[in-house]
């Protein structure tokens, strides 16, 4: 998994301030080589971008990328079932917090 804080990013780099954002890059090492054994450009769009933010009013919100949705674009019928249990396992992951 890879991390962005893109609040000490935004400040670092352009000394302004920025509510707490943080984007994550999920990735199951073992889905992700079967989605490069059926398409080699798969790297592209790896790992699956999840973002967990905190509004002015304490609220925290986690979202991710569908991944159905983005492998669609590729066109490559055997990537839906790869796509498919990425998506469950993010949905039981947000589910869960």
């Not at 999920?26 to 905190?54: D, R």
């Not at 002015?56 to 991710?64: C, I």
């Amino acid at each position: 998994m890879t991390g962005i804080d893109v609040k000490a990013t935004l400040k670092k780099k352009l000394d302004t301030d920025f509510r707490s954002y943080r984007i994550l890059g999920a990735c199951n090492p073992t889905y992700a080589y079967k989605a490069l054994q059926a398409e080699p450009w798969i790297g592209s769009m790896l790992p699956c971008n999840v973002v967990v933010q905190e509004f002015d009013n304490h609220q925290v919100e986690v979202a991710a990328v569908n991944p159905i949705a983005s492998m669609q674009a590729v066109e490559n019928p055997a990537l839906l079932l790869i796509a498919t249990t990425i998506q469950n396992k993010l949905k039981a992951v947000i589910t869960a917090i």
